[in-house]
């Protein structure tokens, strides 16, 4: 079955650490990926999203990910989190049809 | 463009009751979706509309959950004879007619069933 894994539930960072969140799909092929944010008390939005070419895809507040096709992966980074960067992270894949797979997400928690 | 909006944000039922949902999305945004999401999980999906036609039911859209899109606008989502299990958040979303599949979240309806 397809399905989206996220390999870290939680993660503290001190502020200007750097981040690298892991995520794993499991389908052999085409897919397009996505990983959302959601702030406490705001939605889900979208941080950024792969759908073909250059394989690392810069989003919105500096943050980046890389799809690794032999690895399957598509993990976020960002060089210097803030402690606006708290919030749960959302890795997500579409992979044909009409449905898109979200991993379990990552909370992310950066002390200021 | 006011958002996705979803109504009512909270709703607390005693088992057994039915609950509808409501769902508006983005004007000019034909694809919707719904989703449920529990505690320390992903958004699960449950069912897709393109205008008013249900293209798509997870399996996990039982015989109890039935969803609709009349006029291809707003949606609903109905639980009949709710059960605890039922108590999550569900979620809606819509995209655009065409390109990317990016998702427009709305807040959520939190249902907590006694």
């Known amino acids: 079955a397809q399905s989206v894994s996220q390999h870290n539930h939680h993660v503290i960072l001190s502020e200007a650490a750097s981040l690298e969140l892991g995520c794993n799909y499991s389908y052999g092929g085409t897919v397009n990926l996505f990983w959302y944010v959601q702030y406490p008390g705001q939605h889900l939005q979208l941080l950024l999203k792969y759908f073909s070419g250059d394989p690392l895809v810069k989003g919105i507040k500096g943050f980046e990910a890389e799809f690794i096709k032999s690895k399957f992966s598509f993990n976020l980074r960002k060089p210097s989190v803030q402690w606006s960067d708290t919030a749960e992270y959302f890795c997500?894949?579409?992979?044909?049809?009409?449905?898109?797979?979200f991993g379990a997400g990552t909370r992310l928690f950066v002390k200021a | 463009d006011t958002g996705v909006s979803q109504d009512p944000r909270h709703k607390i039922t005693k088992r057994g009751q039915n609950v509808t949902f409501r769902c508006d999305p983005i004007?000019?945004?034909?694809?919707l979706y719904w989703y449920r999401q529990t505690l320390g999980q992903g958004p699960e999906f449950l069912t897709y509309f393109q205008n008013e036609a249900q293209l798509e039911k997870s399996r996990l859209l039982s015989d109890r959950f039935s969803a609709e899109r009349p006029k291809g606008s707003f949606s609903t989502l109905e639980i009949q004879r709710t059960e605890q299990g039922d108590s999550a958040m569900y979620l809606c979303?819509?995209?655009?007619?065409?390109?990317?599949?990016?998702?427009?979240f709305g807040p959520g309806t939190r249902l907590t069933v006694l």
């Open positions: 004007s000019e945004h034909n694809r």
């Open positions: 979303a819509s995209s655009p007619p065409v390109g990317s599949n990016t998702q427009y």
């Open positions: 997500a894949a579409h992979t044909g049809g009409f449905k898109t797979i």
